[in-house]
């Protein structure tokens, strides 16, 4: 069966919001499985990639990045209204990133620290997710989103269906890969039980405990967990400083981040 020509292709876009463009590079380290996919769409836009764009409208976005200033706002909106599927990718789109500390200080305090000049600087109280300004069709959590889940998705809105991303704990993972707990055998701290799969478990196969890169599953147990992170040796600070990264601004993980305050 031949390729579709490029007036027939669906049309993909990439776009970046407030990110440091990993997920975007994900997505160009799929190398080899790209060219293939290459082959069923047209890639409308991808600056990380290309300088070249076509007009839309889109058949699928891709969105990196969370909203943090009022020209943000503008953009997704125009985005929103340009494609037919919209698919957030990563923890900055899906939860508003580790930007989102700003959401629990003072944004003008920060500005002040870092910038020479912070009167130049125009820019929101919060970092937002794309969900909380348009509707969106799919989020692929993680920091950064695994390639091969973000292949899945693609295929799947090529194919008109559901992405097949599962929905559980990055214990699933462990178990099936067959590693040794590290909480219950070496008394590592670890967000593992609570935390989103689609990482293949990467860091416990390195001994290390997970950091929640991939945000909470659905209904996290948090204050279990956090009982025992304090077997772990954790204290309360400690247990709101891991909640308080990557998706810092998730309401799931909201419990865990107070206990540090």
Not at 144 to 172: H, K, W
Not at 210 to 229: E, H, K, V
């Amino acid at each position: 069966m031949s390729a579709p020509t490029p007036a027939t292709r669906p049309s993909l876009a990439v776009w970046k919001f407030a990110s440091c463009d990993g997920c975007q590079l994900s997505l160009l380290d799929c190398e080899d499985e790209l060219l293939g996919v290459a082959t069923q769409l047209q890639i409308a836009h991808f600056l990380e990639m290309s300088s070249a764009v076509i007009e839309g409208p889109y058949d699928l976005s891709l969105v990196e990045g969370s909203v943090t200033t009022a020209t943000d706002v503008d953009r997704i909106h125009a985005i929103r209204d340009n494609s037919k599927r919209l698919v957030t990718i990563g923890a900055c789109a899906t939860a508003g990133g580790v930007q989102a500390l700003r959401n629990f200080a003072d944004v003008v305090e920060f500005a002040d620290a870092v910038y020479a000049s912070p009167e130049y600087i125009e820019t929101l109280a919060t970092s937002t997710p794309i969900s909380a300004h348009v509707q969106v069709d799919f989020e692929l959590r993680g920091c950064p989103i695994d390639r091969r889940q973000l292949i899945e998705v693609i295929t799947a809105f090529l194919a008109g269906r559901t992405p097949n991303v599962p929905n559980t704990s990055v214990c699933t993972e462990c178990k099936r890969r067959g590693l040794t707990c590290v909480m219950v055998a070496d008394g590592t701290p670890c967000l593992g039980p609570v935390t989103h799969a689609g990482c293949g478990a990467l860091c416990p196969a390195h001994a290390r405990g997970c950091y929640g890169c991939f945000g909470p599953t659905p209904n996290p147990n948090i204050a279990s967990l956090a009982g025992w992170l304090r077997r772990c040796g954790m204290d309360d600070a400690g247990i709101g400083r891991v909640f308080s990264t990557f998706n810092v601004a998730d309401p799931d993980f909201d419990e865990g981040r107070r206990y540090g305050h």
